[in-house]
């Protein structure tokens, strides 16, 4: 049994939620969760969750329930712009556990329904806005005035994380990908038979100017998530906030017109489909993708950041969820040794968990790469490139480090030091 008896986690996402569950699941640690928003959010698109992280939801016992709301069609069938099928890809990679693409606000329901089936009050519309810590104890203090004391404190509180800022890493700052996103969800309902018929797995279409990615995010097919990422410049003239909200209205504003002009080479029933799911769109969100720089620190004291906290990565590997909830795994293992030092506890987590994320972060800057824009030469031989990848990996196989990636276990992982 840990010697520590609670934990305040700062954050209400994925990670949190995860870390709470597990924490209450294998340890005697007792956690409280306190969450910015008033409610939980309705704002994000699907999330992927594959292998590596999917058998961890089975151990934390909501796997069933995620797959009852979310779509594990696994083929990734990538086309050029001309709606030609480049080649397919597995996205279980000879992993064994499958994998799932879900709304962020159904994993949410399902993790927040399961923290309530194991007594884990969270508290909605609390700003932390200072941590103090003492001898053997850590001080939250919230904006409402109201304070909590605990053994420990988890900074689960995503890419612009307080606990970072309030504490853990003040000097660590979010940093644009170079890479801009609009997408949206729209409803099953709204397209017809043949265009629903080419709704299967994940769609990804390669164009001059980026990728589109059209994909159904529920398991009844209800419900269709599109996308479309491209290499976007940071605005630089004045405010950056004030940039982006005018290039959002701009995209937002002329996104059919756009998506019109890049997909009009696409022939076939796959062109058909993206025409006619761009006109039934009513509106899109725009986001900038952004990132945490690698080398941020992740523990101070009694704190500890989690998740994207510590270590938000580019959404292109579909791994976001996946390495915080492997976090949480390997936090509650190593809390498990009743004879370590937190500082001992929390510098162990750094040293194994440091090599995995540095992978994943640089996987995710990869697949995020082919989302540059390119001349009409440029764009054949990024096809090429595709083309002759997938076909190696359908005839020899997966790479052995992709499937290692998808196999890895974070259970599994040896705790001693070397
Ligand atoms: C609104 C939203 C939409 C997203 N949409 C997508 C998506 O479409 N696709 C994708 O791949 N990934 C998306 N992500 C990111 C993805 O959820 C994360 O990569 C992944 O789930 C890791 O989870 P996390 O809990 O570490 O961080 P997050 O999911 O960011 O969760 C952090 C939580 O902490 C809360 N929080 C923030 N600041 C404070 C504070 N000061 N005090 C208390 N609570 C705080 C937030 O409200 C949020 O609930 C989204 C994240 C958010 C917040």
Wanted: proline residues 4%; hydrophobic residues 40%.
């Amino acid at each position: 049994m840990s010697e520590f008896s609670g934990a305040i986690i700062i954050g209400g996402g994925p990670a949190g939620l995860a870390t709470a569950l597990r924490l209450q699941q294998t340890t005697n640690i007792s956690c409280r969760i306190y969450e910015l928003r008033a409610e939980p959010t309705t704002l994000g698109g699907a999330v992927g969750i594959p292998s590596n992280g999917l058998r961890l939801m089975h151990r934390l016992g909501v796997h069933d329930a995620l797959c009852a709301k979310g779509n594990s069609e696994s083929e990734m069938i990538v086309r050029a712009a001309q709606g030609s099928i480049l080649g397919r890809r597995d996205m279980v990679g000879g992993a064994t556990d499958g994998y799932l693409r879900i709304k962020r606000i159904d994993l949410l329901d399902v993790l927040m329904e399961a923290a309530e089936e194991a007594k884990i009050p969270i508290y909605y519309n609390k700003r932390i806005v200072q941590i103090e810590e003492g001898k053997d104890k850590v001080t939250a203090t919230f904006s409402d005035g109201t304070t909590d004391a605990a053994d420990i404190l988890l900074g689960c509180d995503g890419i612009h994380s307080s606990v970072r800022k309030l504490y853990v890493d003040p000097l660590q700052e979010p940093e644009y990908s170079g890479v801009a996103s609009i997408f949206t969800i729209i409803p099953a309902s709204s397209l017809s038979a043949s265009a629903i018929a080419q709704m299967k797995g994940i769609n990804a279409t390669i164009t001059q100017e980026g990728m589109f990615l059209a994909m159904p995010c529920m398991a009844t097919h209800e419900e269709i998530m599109w996308g479309f990422s491209q290499e976007v410049p940071l605005p630089t003239s004045g405010d950056i906030r004030d940039g982006w909200e005018v290039h959002a209205k701009e995209e937002v504003k002329g996104f059919k017109e756009k998506m019109h002009r890049l997909l009009q080479d696409a022939r076939g029933e796959w062109g058909a489909a993206m025409r006619e799911i761009i006109d039934t769109t009513p509106t899109v969100k725009f986001y900038p993708i952004y990132r945490l720089p690698l080398g941020g620190s992740w523990y101070k004291g009694r704190c500890l950041l989690v998740g994207d906290a510590a270590h938000a990565m580019q959404p292109h590997a579909g791994q976001g969820v996946s390495m915080a909830t492997e976090d949480a795994f390997m936090l509650a293992r190593l809390l498990q040794d009743e004879g370590k030092a937190l500082g001992d506890v929390f510098q162990r987590f750094d040293e194994i968990r440091r090599p995995r994320i540095t992978e994943m972060y640089k996987v995710a800057a990869r697949n995020g790469d082919l989302r540059q824009r390119t001349g009409p030469w440029g764009l054949v031989a990024k096809q090429l490139a595709i083309k002759l990848y997938l076909w190696g990996s359908g005839t020899f196989g997966q790479s052995a480090s992709r499937m290692g990636d998808l196999a890895y276990d974070v259970e599994e992982e040896d705790l001693e030091e070397l």
